[in-house]
């Protein structure tokens, strides 16, 4: 699955740690989900579509492998 | 020193009761949720060790077979330190939480697989393993839990700071 969490974090001038500070986790879980290494939760990218006021599949996409 | 191991018993069963997952009177396993020791016991694990450490300098003893505390000692800080929550506890810690416990428990596995095979390979080499074995077995699956863990979490060279 892939992502566009850091151009959306880019158009919100977020850092991450802000990023994870508005929606209760740690820094490097943001970091985990921007590299790919780690997939969300669906309650996490719930959380993570409200900050950016846009639908979750417009940051999270489905790869061919997937 | 008697006292001492009581005391830790009284303890092991009071951090049972507390880090066990409990569930709403149910045994469905997505319906327990993993308790842990709130995120400062982790310095009273590093604490412990601390002691544990500077007692056995003071003793000039680090055989565990005449220093019982060392041991027992090393086991309880990192069992503290272990089933402690992180400072932001998430999901992401919960999922390498359970991947590292996964890890340190197949470790355990294949190393007791290979002590059993040594069994029959070299007869009566192993004849009695004493408990301080399964001690240090124990303790060093706690290590290689911790360290996959941290790493996971902090250690990978892409997980840096990034604006």
Redesign the interface.
């Known amino acids: 699955m892939k992502n566009s969490l850091k151009i959306e974090r880019a158009i919100k001038n977020l850092t991450q740690d802000e990023l994870a500070k508005l929606i209760g986790v740690s820094r490097q879980t943001i970091n985990s989900i921007e590299t790919g290494r780690y997939i969300p939760s669906t309650v996490l990218a719930l959380k993570i579509s409200k900050v950016f006021e846009k639908p979750v599949n417009e940051i999270f996409a489905l790869e061919i492998s997937d | 020193m008697e006292i001492l191991g009581y005391l830790l018993i009284v303890a092991y069963f009071i951090m049972l009761w507390h880090i066990f997952p409990h569930g709403r009177n149910s045994l469905d396993i997505f319906k327990l949720n993993p308790v842990l020791l709130p995120f400062w016991w982790k310095f009273i694990g590093i604490g412990w060790l601390a002691i544990v450490f500077v007692y056995s300098i003071s003793k000039h003893d680090f055989n565990p077979s005449t220093n019982r505390f060392l041991l027992t000692g090393i086991y309880f800080g990192l069992m503290q330190i272990a089933f402690s929550k992180?400072?932001?506890e998430?999901?992401?810690?919960d999922?390498i939480r359970i991947k590292a416990m996964y890890i340190s428990i197949i470790s355990l596995f294949i190393i007791v697989g290979v002590f059993s095979s040594f069994g029959i390979a070299t007869p009566n080499s192993l004849q009695d393993i004493p408990f301080q074995f399964l001690m240090m077995l124990f303790s060093s699956l706690l290590i290689v839990y911790l360290i996959y863990f941290y790493w996971t979490?902090?250690g990978?060279k892409?997980?840096?700071?990034?604006?």
């Open positions: 992180e400072k932001n998430d999901e992401f810690s999922q979490k902090y990978f892409w997980n840096k700071n990034e604006k």
